[in-house]
């Protein structure tokens, strides 16, 4: 039987250090990730490269779940540049949908 239960820490950053090591550091915070990563300069050397982890579970070093949805308008956005004539603005401008939220039928 394997244990398959993964845990993400919330900010990770990885580091490409003089002695050829590539290294992940995770942290509560952002800071703490950095310190993490700048403490491991004293047994690697100094650190060539760096940057917060994107991946299938980070975006720009912040683990995904963290990551608020974006907003959700209680309106449609409509957006009329391409729109040539008033005719087509007015059109574009008037309910698409039926009052029970289906599309409206042409």
């Given at each position: 039987?394997?244990?398959?239960?993964?845990?993400?820490a919330?900010?990770?950053?990885v580091?490409?250090?003089?002695?050829?090591?590539?290294?992940?550091?995770?942290?509560?915070?952002?800071?703490?990730?950095?310190?993490?990563?700048?403490?491991?300069?004293?047994?690697?050397?100094?650190?060539?490269?760096?940057?917060?982890?994107?991946?299938?579970?980070?975006?720009?070093?912040?683990?995904?779940?963290?990551?608020?949805?974006?907003?959700?308008?209680?309106?449609?956005?409509?957006?009329?540049?391409?729109?040539?004539?008033?005719?087509?603005?007015?059109?574009?401008?008037?309910?698409?949908?039926?009052?029970?939220?289906?599309?409206?039928?042409?």
């Amino acid at each position: 039987m394997t244990d398959e239960t993964q845990v993400f820490a919330p900010y990770r950053c990885v580091a490409a250090f003089a002695d050829g090591s590539r290294l992940l550091f995770d942290g509560l915070t952002r800071e703490q990730a950095r310190s993490t990563m700048d403490a491991a300069m004293e047994q690697h050397g100094d650190i060539g490269w760096w940057n917060w982890v994107t991946d299938e579970n980070y975006r720009n070093g912040e683990y995904y779940k963290l990551i608020p949805p974006p907003p959700h308008f209680p309106f449609p956005i409509l957006d009329l540049s391409d729109c040539q004539a008033e005719e087509e603005r007015q059109k574009a401008l008037q309910d698409p949908f039926e009052e029970d939220g289906e599309p409206a039928s042409e």
